[in-house]
């Protein structure tokens, strides 16, 4: 009978151990220490550069003087001493004065007046003209056929009138300091229709010559 208490008793008691020791919470692993992940390093944050501006230079424009204005009495005096060197002053006191002789052929052109004429032709001119093979050949050119020149009053009457009627001239062009013509200026071009010729400070009537 004790035997049998003995043996339930133990059994109780092993029983208990096996519920207590079922019972006990598991005890924990002890924890890895934690590893501490570095901090982010700051990207730095690049701007792009700010352009670059080229400041334009201003445009430095050579300053030009203003021109003179250039008269008309300019402009004809420099056409017509292209080929010499004439002042001006002295160019406007021979155009004056040959303009004024032009005046005076006109009136004795007008009421034919051979002796007023030949007071202003040139001797070589007078000499030339009064000569028959020189007012024959002439002759030949005449648009009037069978017309003859038979002396240098007729040279004046059916040659030079007729030639310079109703002619207006404009300028005077230098040949030389001592020979000048005396133009009408059409267009582009001039016409001659006197030509004088400075003889002793004098301008006398230079009449052309029969071509070759």
């Known amino acids: 009978m004790k035997k049998i208490i003995h043996s339930a008793i133990t059994a109780t008691i092993f029983a208990l151990t096996l ?7 598991p ?5 890895e220490p934690a590893v501490e992940e570095p901090a982010p390093v700051p990207v730095p944050v690049v701007e792009d550069p700010p352009e670059e501006v080229l400041e334009e230079e201003p445009e430095v424009m050579e300053e030009v ?6 008269s008309l009495e300019d ?3 420099k056409r017509s001493t292209t080929n010499v060197t004439v002042t001006k002053e002295t160019f406007v006191e021979d155009k004056t004065r ?3 002789i032009i005046e005076d052929l006109a009136l004795y052109m007008k009421n034919g007046d051979f002796k007023g ?3 202003y032709l040139a001797p070589e001119s007078y000499s030339y003209w009064t000569k028959k093979p020189n007012l024959s050949k002439a002759s030949q050119r005449l648009p009037k056929k069978g017309l003859r020149l038979n002396t240098i009053e007729d040279y004046f009457k059916f040659v030079f009138i007729p030639a ?5 001239v404009d300028e005077i062009r230098y040949d030389t300091e001592t020979e000048v013509n005396v133009v009408q200026v059409d267009a582009d071009k001039d016409i001659v229709y006197y030509t004088f010729t400075k003889i002793n400070g004098k301008w006398k009537l230079s009449l052309p010559k029969n071509p070759d």
């Open 27 to 31: 005890v924990p692993a002890p924890a």
């Open 19 to 25: 519920v207590g020791c079922g019972s006990t919470e």
């Open 117 to 119: 004429w030949t007071s």
């Open 75 to 77: 402009k004809e005096y």
């Open 65 to 70: 003087a203003p021109q003179p204005e250039v």
């Open 164 to 168: 310079r009627r109703g002619r207006t």
């Open 98 to 100: 040959i303009l004024q």
